[in-house]
């Protein structure tokens, strides 16, 4: 190490670091109140832990043998570190559980002083989830938010994310004199430069991508546009198609491209060689003059519209639609409208990792009570949106310990700039939602579940999920934090006709993103059970993805084959090329 340089960059990290920290409270000042806030958040976690904290002391036999357990746990760890420091193999007090990416580097386990803090730091957090976990007398509500909170707070104490207790940040420190730690605070500056409200972490390098030249390359032509939505037709690959077309109504919580990634991963592209005439909706990124669509309008001039320009333009009645996320949710909401209706364009649905029923709809629920739909309310109303960059910290808060502090480690104390990876740019390209529609979304299907109790009405009709009889494709992931798999298949069965349920391994993102040349996953298929863990035991697991399992249901249920069809042929002149304007709109 050169103590001159060693020096030299302590003061210039010192200086960076006092312009970084008054342009965080800067905009900590300027930011005020909000559902999300810092402040508001700290205030709620410590009300939670104030509750399940009078919880323990309400017995205190249990407290003290509580403690108890965590001080002999820690003599333990004590005895068995001087016993290793004087040359004894000792067996490890605690061990990081499998897929655990925090402490790979050898050095927590090669370097007494890097290991000793890993498992404190181990013991502390399981014995503090173990406590939360079995305090009695706390309610349920109140025991998974204090869960949630605690999951934050120990993601964030891990030694990984010191860097005088990280082996791997301590070993580079010192071989670049510091200058790592000078690289991370420029790229702190710049992460906070790039921020909007809340800071955002860079997980990738977004300088590495452009939508319509590295990602949503699939050939097609934008047809048909309104306020909402640009409808995308692709170019067919194969001389003959299948009569039934296509239609993907993928979240307006971000943008389409998440089903057209690289070639090699777009299941667009793989649609269409298989033969499918395949269209898109592509969501507006709505700003302030859209604040009061509806979640009906969404319906009504989303899918509904999309559906009636599929027909104009093929000269056919029936359509078969797709949709992901809560554009699932949307289209479940519109095949019920549309059963009510006695509209039978719509003949066959594929759902990925959609809820209709939000009574397990996982952590997303602690978010959401009536104080916080009023705050959010109230900060919608200035504006009439609420930008992206709040839902996607929402998102990376539900797995902070894999999307947030593995990147503030990587770019702030190593000074990496993160590695290109196409699914975390598109994770980082959000997108704004309407006020209107999302209070609507929040309240009326999470807070009040009454699409799941039948209680919802759009148009004046009461939608009820047993009226919709067609064949469904319900895909459910293992791993979803978002839409859980018991969520996903509890409101499936909902529905009065055959439904195919699938689940695939990994996540809400990684699940359904996996094209059959990766050889990545497996998927699950099964006859409907009453519960999901009846279903889960009574599976059948196969390995590699689940699109050409997917492709051959489509196939039976889309028709004879007819020639191909050109975007550029039917009676809706293109307006562009695809991906089209609405997609490259920024937050």
């Given at each position: 190490m050169n103590f001159d340089e060693f020096a030299r960059n302590m003061v210039r990290l010192f200086d960076q670091g006092a312009k970084v920290a008054s342009s965080l409270a800067e905009r900590n000042a300027s930011s005020g109140k909000s559902?999300?806030?810092?402040?508001?958040?700290?205030?709620?976690?410590?009300?939670?832990?104030?509750?399940?904290?009078?919880a323990m002391v309400s017995n205190p036999s249990k407290l003290a043998a509580a403690q108890s357990e965590l001080f002999n746990s820690y003599a333990n760890l004590w005895g068995r570190s001087v016993r290793k420091f004087l040359g004894e193999e000792v067996e490890p007090v605690a061990?990081?559980?499998?897929?655990?990416?925090?402490?790979?580097?050898?050095?927590?386990?090669?370097?007494?002083?890097?290991?000793?803090?890993?498992?404190?730091?181990?013991?502390?957090?399981?014995?503090?989830?173990?406590?939360?976990?079995?305090?009695?007398?706390?309610d349920d509500k109140t025991r998974r938010k204090a869960m949630f909170y605690l999951g934050q707070v120990l993601s964030a104490m891990s030694p990984s994310n010191n860097p005088f207790t990280n082996p791997e940040v301590v070993r580079t420190t010192l071989a670049t004199n510091a200058e790592n730690l000078?690289?991370?605070?420029?790229?702190?500056a710049e992460d906070i430069g790039q921020s909007k409200d809340l800071l955002r972490v860079s997980q990738t390098d977004l300088s590495a991508f452009e939508v319509g030249r590295d990602l949503a390359i699939t050939p097609g032509k934008v047809i048909f546009q309104n306020e909402l939505i640009q409808l995308i037709q692709y170019e067919p690959t194969t001389e003959e198609v299948s009569k039934t077309p296509l239609i993907i109504a993928p979240p307006w919580i971000n943008k389409y491209y998440i089903l057209d990634l690289k070639p090699e991963k777009s299941l667009v592209k793989y649609a269409v060689d298989q033969g499918f005439t395949v269209f898109m909706i592509s969501w507006v990124n709505p700003d302030s003059t859209l604040a009061q669509k509806t979640f009906e309008d969404y319906m009504r001039d989303g899918i509904l519209k999309a559906v009636e320009i599929v027909n104009r333009q093929l000269g056919v009645h029936h359509v078969n639609l797709m949709g992901y996320c809560v554009g699932g949710t949307l289209l479940a909401s519109a095949l019920a409208y549309c059963a009510a209706k006695g509209d039978d364009r719509i003949a066959a649905a594929t759902f990925l990792t959609a809820q209709v029923d939000f009574t397990e709809a996982g952590d997303l629920l602690m978010f959401i009570d009536d104080a916080q739909l009023k705050s959010m309310e109230e900060m919608?109303?200035?504006?009439?949106?609420?930008?992206?960059?709040?839902?996607?910290?929402?998102?990376?808060m539900l797995r902070?310990?894999?999307?947030?502090?593995?990147?503030?480690?990587?770019?702030?104390?190593?000074?990496?700039?993160?590695?290109?990876?196409?699914?975390?740019?598109?994770?980082?390209?959000?997108?704004?939602?309407p006020a209107a529609n999302h209070v609507f979304y929040l309240r009326e299907f999470y807070h009040e579940n009454r699409l799941g109790k039948g209680e919802m009405e759009l148009g004046g009709v009461k939608l009820d999920l047993s009226k919709i009889k067609i064949p469904i494709y319900e895909l459910f992931t293992r791993e979803d934090h978002i839409a859980p798999a018991s969520s996903v298949y509890r409101g499936s069965r909902l529905y009065g006709g055959d439904v195919r349920h699938v689940m695939a391994g990994s996540g809400h993102i990684a699940g359904v993103v996996n094209p059959p040349a990766k050889k990545k996953y497996q998927y699950w298929t099964g006859a409907p059970r009453e519960t999901f863990?009846?279903?889960?035991?009574?599976?059948?697991?196969?390995?590699?993805?689940?699109?050409?399992?997917?492709?051959?249901?489509?196939?039976?249920?889309?028709?004879?084959?007819v020639p191909a069809r050109d975007p550029s042929s039917g009676p809706f002149p293109p307006i562009e090329d695809a991906p089209g304007s609405y997609v490259k709109s920024q937050d």
């Open positions: 559902p999300y806030s810092v402040a508001s958040e700290v205030g709620e976690a410590a009300k939670t832990f104030g509750s399940v904290a009078q061990e990081p559980d499998p897929g655990d990416n925090r402490f790979n580097d050898p050095g927590w386990s090669e370097n007494q002083y890097f290991d000793f803090w890993k498992q404190a730091y181990l013991i502390t957090s399981r014995w503090a989830e173990d406590v939360t976990k079995n305090t009695e007398g706390v000078v690289q991370g605070m420029a790229l702190l919608m109303a200035e504006r009439g949106y609420l930008d992206g960059s709040r839902m996607a910290a929402v998102f990376n902070p310990k894999d999307l947030i502090w593995p990147y503030v480690v990587n770019n702030y104390l190593l000074g990496k700039k993160p590695f290109p990876f196409d699914l975390l740019f598109w994770n980082a390209d959000s997108t704004r939602m863990e009846q279903w889960v035991e009574s599976a059948t697991e196969i390995p590699g993805s689940w699109w050409p399992d997917w492709a051959v249901w489509l196939q039976d249920l889309s028709g004879e084959k």
